[in-house]
């Protein structure tokens, strides 16, 4: 079988069948960027550190809307290649084994912008004055060349440079930035375990400064634009104290930053990413009117961005765990308790289409209200059925165990039991059980 025919013939999931390589999974990727704000032009220059799977003499990257100037491998100039509009195929130049590391090369330029999917719009997209990235599902490869499989976790160097009066987030911790002519150049590393969709950069004209710290010390940081200041304060002063239910209820927070963005556009919705969440000018109306979302977007860095899925068809692993932290928050707020929020959507969901598997929802469905809510309820019905402490320590030991790792449906099942197996694999809305 060639190299091309097994990619597809296994492929990497079914979700999203385009993406990924299985042949190979990435350590690391050493991105050097830089960004041009006025005509919006990046060039790039991405180091990726792989190893190989199979014995194979090609692998593929995920690029869109970019042009590759050149590629080496293993240092040497000139490696074939073939770039269509949005693959990367690299040719080894001999067939190498199974457990082989190789360094990849891949010179490109273009101008970026986001890609259509059956999702929307998504990956990097000009703002009004400024940038921001949405990666997920498959957004990633808009801004660099990449294995974009959800399970495939590496670790980054990130350098972005761009006109210095812009502030610039990105995934990993802050190492330096240093101007020259006007240039300012950012340097970010995570060595945290991250997919693809979860690498971002935000860049805007933004103040930035610590509003708190976890438990554990990592500083906790908001950017804004500086007319934003008193909204954002109103709204952001809660941070510490979610974070600290969350800690309690979920073990300790599981990344090296945590930061918040606030973009002067307007956002439809908020976006999640490794060690930061980003919200729109309108999620800040200094009257946490948004709190709810705040709560639900630092949740992710337990559930989605620590604990990933293994594959797309297991997001409710991510939202439904996501959503259920509101419910959380809104009893620690001294809100209406998850159990009435779990009452007032059960019975919102009775009157709702019943088509929906919630392990595995199809790629149409999977950011479906329904996933999110009917994962929470799936939550509250086995906290119910085991009593607080056993439900909370079961979250506690299925973060720890799969911290920076990938999990499944399956996984969960196994620590949770047969109880939730209606809530998972019917498309019957199960009723609640009765609190003990």
């Known amino acids: 079988m060639t190299s091309e025919r097994m990619n597809q013939a296994q492929?990497?999931?079914?979700?999203?069948?385009?993406?990924?390589?299985?042949?190979?999974?990435?350590?690391?990727?050493?991105?050097?960027?830089?960004?041009?704000?006025?005509?919006?032009?990046?060039?790039?220059?991405?180091?990726?550190?792989?190893?190989?799977?199979?014995?194979?003499?090609?692998?593929e990257f995920d690029l869109v809307g970019l042009r590759v100037a050149s590629v080496r491998v293993r240092g040497r100039r000139g490696a074939r290649h073939r770039h269509t509009d949005r693959r990367v195929r690299v040719a080894l130049g001999e067939v190498v084994p199974a457990g082989t590391t190789l360094q990849i090369r891949i010179d490109y330029a273009g101008a970026p912008k986001p890609r259509r999917s059956r999702w929307g719009l998504i990956g990097w997209e000009e703002l009004a004055d400024g940038v921001i990235v949405a990666g997920q599902p498959t957004g990633a490869p808009t801004w660099f060349p990449c294995n974009d499989r959800v399970d495939d976790k590496a670790r980054y160097r990130i350098a972005l440079a761009c006109d210095e009066n812009y502030r610039v987030e990105a995934t990993g911790r802050?190492?330096?930035?240093?101007?020259?002519?006007?240039?300012?150049?950012?340097?970010?590393?995570?060595?945290?375990?991250?997919?693809?969709y979860l690498v971002t950069a935000q860049i805007g004209r933004y103040a930035s400064r610590a509003i708190g710290e976890t438990a554990a010390g990592v500083p906790v940081t908001v950017a804004h634009p500086p007319e934003l200041r008193a909204r954002v304060d109103a709204d952001t002063a809660v941070v510490p104290r979610i974070l600290d239910t969350f800690e309690r209820a979920f073990g300790p927070y599981p990344m090296s930053t945590c930061r918040l963005v606030v973009t002067a556009d307007e956002l439809e919705i908020p976006l999640e990413a490794q060690g930061m969440a980003v919200f729109g000018a309108n999620h800040?109306?200094?009257?946490?009117?948004?709190?709810r979302l705040v709560a639900h977007e630092l949740a992710h860095q337990w559930f989605g961005n620590s604990v990933g899925v293994e594959r797309w068809r297991d997001i409710w692993l991510n939202e439904g765990f996501a959503c259920y932290a509101e419910w959380i928050w809104s009893e620690e707020r001294g809100g209406p308790s998850a159990e009435a929020m779990a009452r007032s959507h059960?019975?919102?969901?009775?009157?709702?289409?019943?088509?929906?598997?919630?392990?595995?929802?199809?790629?149409?469905?999977?950011?479906?209200?329904?996933?999110?809510?009917?994962?929470?309820?799936?939550?509250?019905?086995?906290?119910?059925?085991?009593?607080?402490?056993?439900?909370?320590?079961?979250?506690?030991?299925?973060?720890?165990?799969?911290?920076?790792?990938?999990?499944?449906t399956a996984d969960f099942e196994a620590v949770a039991g047969e109880s939730l197996r209606p809530w998972l694999h019917?498309?019957?809305?199960?009723?609640?059980?009765?609190?003990?």
């Open 11 to 59: 492929g990497a999931d079914d979700y999203t069948p385009q993406a990924g390589d299985v042949r190979y999974r990435v350590r690391r990727y050493d991105l050097e960027l830089d960004y041009r704000i006025a005509t919006n032009r990046l060039a790039g220059t991405a180091q990726i550190e792989l190893e190989t799977l199979v014995a194979t003499d090609a692998v």
């Open 174 to 196: 802050r190492v330096r930035a240093t101007t020259r002519s006007g240039r300012t150049t950012h340097v970010f590393e995570e060595d945290v375990p991250t997919s693809t």
């Open 284 to 291: 800040m109306d200094g009257r946490g009117g948004s709190e």
């Open 346 to 408: 059960h019975a919102r969901l009775r009157f709702l289409r019943k088509d929906l598997v919630l392990a595995d929802p199809g790629p149409d469905d999977m950011f479906d209200d329904r996933v999110y809510k009917r994962g929470a309820l799936a939550l509250h019905a086995l906290r119910t059925t085991i009593g607080d402490d056993d439900f909370f320590g079961l979250l506690r030991e299925w973060s720890g165990a799969h911290r920076h790792g990938t999990a499944t």
């Open 426 to 436: 019917e498309t019957a809305l199960p009723p609640l059980p009765t609190r003990r």
